[in-house]
């Protein structure tokens, strides 16, 4: 699976579980983590929680398993690595504190817009 394929699949999936504010960022240039972290947030732990699992169900079934699983013990913040593209599901307010945005903010900002369902 390509990175791009990859990348597609993560953000269908957590917008088809109704992730919010689905956001990619480019960061390959700013560091040797990750080409790219795509971020969502859940409205609740549970539902965070449900975003992460059908992400790692959704690429498993292509084959792709994470190279790691990271969540604190409230899954306010979970990340999954596939060593290209990082995952980074939060609750809403654990976002807004941590802003992992705008620490990245010299991160490229990938156009997904293509991918995400046009509701309301």
């Given amino acids: 699976m390509t990175e791009q394929e990859k990348l597609e699949l993560i953000v269908k999936t957590l917008d088809n579980k109704r992730g919010e ?15 790219y972290f795509i971020i969502a947030n859940g409205t609740s732990n549970t539902h965070a929680r449900t975003l992460a699992d059908e992400v790692e169900f959704q690429l498993s079934q292509k084959g792709v398993e994470p190279l790691r699983r990271e969540a604190d013990t ?46 309301g």
């Fill in 21 to 35: 504010d689905i956001q990619a960022l480019k960061i390959g240039d700013l560091t040797i983590l990750a080409d």
């Fill in 74 to 119: 409230g899954n306010t913040w979970i990340i999954l690595d596939y060593g290209d593209v990082i995952v980074h599901v939060f609750y809403k307010e654990t976002r807004s504190f941590y802003q992992l945005e705008g620490l990245w903010a010299d991160g490229e900002q990938v156009d997904i817009s293509s991918l995400l369902t046009k509701e």
